[in-house]
């Protein structure tokens, strides 16, 4: 059971467009999201996060939209350049009482982009 | 500052070696993480370390042993592994406060291959 879907597997953009990355989820209880970009051979770098109080949040380039009643978040990068060519993995938790965190995560999305 | 560090970069090792990985972090943080990665796929949990004891394993093989001298230092003992134990093993960190939503930091990595 996959409870963080990333459905696209790869996405190519023209440098200077906007990128759009989507991500859905199944788990009502995740209440903290994350997206993680990862280059080959290296470890996932954190971008950005949103939790579920809010429905956006932005840093830069970056903004996350989340859509709680279709448990649906998205990334957007604007606008795009060669050295976000990456892979993108989108994150939940769940806020617990105790117990470590665990993270769930998609299956990534290769983002290319094209000069 | 967000740095995980991981050693070595690189491992070659064969099936009835004996080799640790190590990793360190100076941000505090209480919670520290082993994860797996395969080629195309997303991290994958092995074990939690939660103020320095055993929080989560996830029913990882016992030739993979793990190890957290102090809360700064996580170290993953190897041995007697196999050809599909191949893969880059990622340590992370996290603050550990319950209730709050927390952020997982990566180190770089260690690429292994067990020949």
């Known amino acids: 059971d996959q409870q963080v879907k990333q459905n696209s597997p790869s996405l190519s953009v023209q440098e200077g467009r906007i990128s759009i990355l989507n991500c859905d989820y199944t788990?009502?209880?995740?209440?903290?999201f994350l997206w993680y970009k990862k280059y080959p051979a290296e470890g996932p770098t954190f971008l950005i996060s949103i939790s579920s109080i809010k429905d956006k949040n932005e840093d830069g380039r970056f903004t996350v939209f989340l859509n709680k009643s279709a448990k649906h978040l998205s990334l957007h990068i604007v606008p795009s350049q060669p050295g976000d060519s990456a892979v993108y993995f989108c994150?939940?938790?769940?806020?617990?009482?105790?117990?470590?965190?665990?993270?769930?995560f998609g299956q990534g999305t290769r983002l290319t982009i094209n000069p | 500052d967000t740095e995980v560090t991981q050693t070595p970069k690189h491992l070659v090792m064969g099936m009835t070696n004996k080799k640790s990985l190590k990793c360190e972090q100076h941000m505090g943080h209480r919670a520290m993480y082993w994860y797996k990665q395969k080629a195309k796929k997303p991290p994958e949990l092995m074990f939690v370390y939660s103020y320095e004891k055993l929080s989560i394993n996830e029913s990882v093989p016992s030739r993979f042993s793990p190890e957290c001298p102090n809360s700064s230092l996580l170290n993953l003992h190897l041995h007697a592994l196999q050809p599909e134990d191949s893969a880059l093993y990622l340590c992370a960190s996290s603050q550990e406060y319950y209730g709050f939503l927390e952020t997982q930091y990566f180190g770089p990595g260690t690429r292994l291959l067990v020949l």
């Open positions: 994150a939940a938790s769940a806020r617990r009482i105790q117990g470590a965190q665990k993270l769930v």
């Open positions: 788990n009502s209880m995740f209440d903290y």
